[in-house]
């Protein structure tokens, strides 16, 4: 071969070089999976961020790692179902070391009645819903899709409320829709089924659990939820915990199998301390919200100012926050993650023995040496507390005695600041207080999922020693206090004793006789200062006692 046609080909091999150096290094062309894919599962709370712009904006994202201290392991944004995938946006976040999560809601922004529940059913949308599937899937990295969310209130054309108040409609349209991604081979895809925490209207059709489209079509479940404070006509102050605690509990007793993330969340600023709100969530999230393994903030002041930084001192707790060991710097295990049921208290039958003698209610507990006393010492007995600090900040022991007139209660209570309940009626259960719940119909269904005729919930609140005295209220029932129950609370080193006698005829009639058993609990309540409950000590079940039997114990008369 000549020098002239060495020259030529060289100059052929550059142009093709040239040619393919695009397809090389395109992002498009990438098929090796990003590296956390394969990691083991992390332990804690992967955090995630909205903000407005991003990803088109990514240094909107890096400026909130700038600011916080935490590498976001989640980029959340919106689409419409008059877009395409964005592809370039989605890939930035991945080069970012994060899980795009792309909120896709089924309308058409400036023309929102458009597409409805029974037009996706009957494949109207069919062609637009396989065009972003095949985007998706050449997108070929993983990435939450969450779509048709907040189905359970007003508002967006997809939710039960428009569309004939049936979760069957929504279903059938979700299935339609995950289907025909996976007929175009779209199996990089989280599906995150994710709807309010609350459901609006509260009706029995509008119960989110009644929506849910099978395992085989939900990956996580996502729960949206925003403190609202005193912002509307209709709003109040709201915790972390408030938000999140019964609708964690419904969806992780429900589907067991299945991760949880705090899809979105927000706090106003008006009616409470903010700071506050984003101190306390690392407690929460170590105790009555262990469930959840990931959360992401919608940083935007949109219809309330609920962005972090509102005031220097909202923006410096969340820069402290996120310091806590429990939330994770990065994505890795995020794939792996199953989902962990909230576990029921499971206890032996209390033992109630009958009284020897009468017993005099003077907060001696001079007749109660043969009772059966059970403690509440430990964090396993802790339903909400992420401040508890230990036995000397609360724990205790009771047991209940009987005669064939009374139930007796009583209760020895260590708390390291007593007397902190100046509450009243309905309210008692907001302070220091003890908690009894009966099923005065021992023949009921120990599986019952709601309060009927003969269930009781009882609260004794301590008061706070000067004007606010002891006082006994029934929130089931009878609906008022109970000035028949014999009742006094005698302090003692550490904390203080209460003694209870309650008529049995209060509690439907119910006669107790040896070998008898009937759903009962007990819980303690704790406040160290005027701001109310800030813990709860639960004997069984879950913090749904109050609404659910069915995680009640029970007490075994002798």
Request: hydrophobic share 40%; aromatic share 14%; glycine share 6%.
């Given at each position: 071969?000549?020098?002239?046609?060495?020259?030529?080909?060289v100059?052929?091999?550059?142009?093709?070089?040239?040619?393919c150096?695009p397809?090389?290094?395109?992002?498009d062309?990438?098929?090796?999976p990003?590296a956390w894919?394969?990691?083991a599962p992390?332990?804690g709370?992967?955090?995630?961020?909205?903000?407005q712009?991003?990803?088109r904006?990514?240094?909107?994202?890096?400026?909130?790692?700038k600011?916080?201290?935490?590498?976001?392991?989640?980029?959340?944004?919106?689409?419409d179902?008059n877009?395409?995938f964005?592809?370039?946006e989605?890939?930035e976040?991945i080069q970012f070391?994060?899980v795009?999560?792309?909120?896709?809601?089924?309308?058409?922004?400036?023309?929102e009645?458009?597409?409805?529940?029974?037009?996706i059913?009957?494949?109207?949308?069919?062609?637009h819903?396989?065009?972003?599937?095949?985007?998706?899937?050449?997108?070929d990295?993983?990435?939450?899709?969450?779509?048709?969310?907040e189905?359970?209130?007003e508002?967006?054309p997809w939710g039960?409320?428009?569309n004939?108040?049936?979760p069957?409609?929504?279903i059938q349209a979700y299935?339609?829709i995950?289907?025909?991604?996976r007929t175009?081979?779209?199996?990089?895809?989280?599906?995150?089924?994710?709807?309010?925490?609350y459901?609006?209207?509260d009706?029995?059709?509008?119960d989110f659990i009644?929506?849910?489209p099978?395992n085989?079509?939900?990956?996580?479940?996502?729960?949206?939820?925003?403190?609202?404070g005193?912002?509307?006509?209709?709003?109040?102050?709201q915790?972390?915990?408030?938000?999140?605690?019964?609708s964690v509990?419904?969806v992780s007793g429900?589907?067991?199998d299945?991760?949880?993330?705090?899809a979105e969340?927000?706090?106003?600023?008006a009616?409470g301390?903010?700071a506050e709100f984003?101190?306390?969530m690392?407690?929460?999230?170590k105790?009555?919200l262990?469930?959840?393994?990931?959360?992401t903030?919608?940083?935007?002041?949109k219809e309330?100012?609920?962005?972090?930084?509102?005031?220097p001192?909202?923006?410096?707790?969340f820069?402290q926050v996120?310091?806590?060991?429990?939330?994770l710097?990065?994505?890795?295990?995020i794939?792996?993650?199953?989902?962990t049921a909230?576990?029921?208290?499971q206890?032996?039958?209390?033992l109630?023995?009958?009284?020897?003698a009468?017993?005099k209610?003077?907060g001696a507990?001079?007749?109660w040496?043969?009772?059966?006393?059970?403690s509440l010492?430990?964090?396993?007995?802790?339903?909400?507390?992420?401040d508890?600090?230990?036995k000397?900040?609360?724990?205790?022991m009771?047991?209940?005695l009987?005669s064939p007139?009374f139930?007796y209660?009583?209760a020895?209570?260590?708390?390291d600041?007593?007397?902190?309940?100046?509450?009243?009626?309905e309210?008692l259960?907001?302070?220091?207080a003890?908690?009894l719940?009966?099923?005065?119909?021992a023949?009921?269904?120990?599986?019952?999922?709601?309060?009927?005729?003969?269930?009781?919930?009882?609260?004794?609140g301590?008061g706070n020693?000067?004007?606010?005295?002891?006082?006994?209220?029934?929130?089931k029932q009878h609906?008022?206090?109970l000035a028949?129950?014999?009742?006094?609370v005698?302090?003692?080193?550490?904390?203080?004793?209460?003694?209870?006698?309650?008529?049995?005829?209060?509690?439907?009639h119910?006669k107790?006789?040896p070998?008898?058993e009937?759903g009962?609990?007990?819980?303690?309540?704790?406040?160290?200062?005027?701001?109310?409950r800030?813990?709860q000590m639960?004997w069984a079940?879950?913090?749904?006692?109050y609404?659910?039997p069915?995680?009640?114990?029970?007490?075994h008369?002798?």
């Amino acid at each position: 071969m000549n020098k002239k046609m060495w020259v030529v080909l060289v100059g052929l091999l550059l142009v093709l070089l040239l040619l393919c150096v695009p397809q090389i290094f395109s992002f498009d062309r990438v098929k090796t999976p990003v590296a956390w894919t394969a990691a083991a599962p992390a332990q804690g709370v992967y955090v995630g961020i909205f903000r407005q712009d991003a990803p088109r904006r990514m240094d909107f994202i890096k400026s909130f790692e700038k600011d916080y201290g935490l590498h976001p392991s989640i980029v959340m944004w919106y689409l419409d179902w008059n877009s395409k995938f964005p592809k370039k946006e989605a890939l930035e976040v991945i080069q970012f070391n994060a899980v795009p999560h792309l909120v896709w809601e089924p309308w058409i922004w400036g023309d929102e009645q458009r597409i409805n529940l029974k037009n996706i059913i009957a494949g109207e949308w069919d062609s637009h819903i396989r065009e972003f599937a095949k985007d998706v899937k050449s997108f070929d990295h993983p990435i939450f899709i969450r779509c048709a969310h907040e189905f359970n209130i007003e508002g967006y054309p997809w939710g039960l409320v428009k569309n004939n108040r049936d979760p069957q409609e929504y279903i059938q349209a979700y299935r339609h829709i995950v289907d025909i991604f996976r007929t175009v081979g779209a199996r990089n895809v989280i599906w995150v089924w994710s709807p309010m925490n609350y459901s609006y209207p509260d009706a029995s059709w509008n119960d989110f659990i009644k929506a849910y489209p099978g395992n085989d079509y939900v990956d996580w479940i996502g729960i949206d939820g925003y403190n609202w404070g005193s912002t509307q006509s209709w709003s109040r102050w709201q915790s972390f915990e408030d938000l999140f605690r019964e609708s964690v509990l419904r969806v992780s007793g429900a589907f067991p199998d299945k991760p949880i993330m705090i899809a979105e969340f927000g706090s106003a600023s008006a009616g409470g301390d903010k700071a506050e709100f984003f101190r306390r969530m690392p407690g929460y999230l170590k105790s009555s919200l262990k469930s959840v393994r990931a959360i992401t903030y919608f940083d935007l002041n949109k219809e309330a100012d609920w962005r972090i930084d509102s005031a220097p001192k909202t923006a410096e707790a969340f820069h402290q926050v996120l310091g806590d060991p429990i939330f994770l710097h990065a994505p890795d295990g995020i794939l792996a993650l199953k989902g962990t049921a909230s576990k029921l208290r499971q206890r032996q039958p209390l033992l109630a023995l009958r009284a020897v003698a009468p017993v005099k209610v003077n907060g001696a507990l001079t007749e109660w040496g043969q009772a059966k006393f059970v403690s509440l010492a430990s964090w396993d007995d802790v339903e909400t507390g992420p401040d508890w600090q230990g036995k000397q900040d609360l724990s205790g022991m009771f047991a209940l005695l009987w005669s064939p007139q009374f139930l007796y209660v009583a209760a020895k209570i260590y708390d390291d600041k007593p007397f902190n309940n100046s509450h009243s009626n309905e309210n008692l259960w907001n302070g220091d207080a003890v908690e009894l719940t009966f099923a005065g119909n021992a023949q009921a269904d120990p599986q019952r999922k709601e309060y009927m005729t003969g269930d009781f919930q009882i609260g004794f609140g301590i008061g706070n020693a000067k004007e606010a005295k002891p006082k006994v209220w029934e929130w089931k029932q009878h609906r008022r206090a109970l000035a028949e129950v014999q009742y006094v609370v005698a302090p003692m080193k550490g904390g203080y004793i209460i003694e209870a006698a309650i008529p049995l005829e209060l509690l439907a009639h119910f006669k107790p006789t040896p070998g008898l058993e009937t759903g009962f609990n007990f819980a303690f309540d704790d406040a160290d200062d005027a701001q109310g409950r800030r813990t709860q000590m639960l004997w069984a079940g879950n913090y749904l006692f109050y609404k659910d039997p069915s995680v009640w114990g029970r007490v075994h008369f002798q």
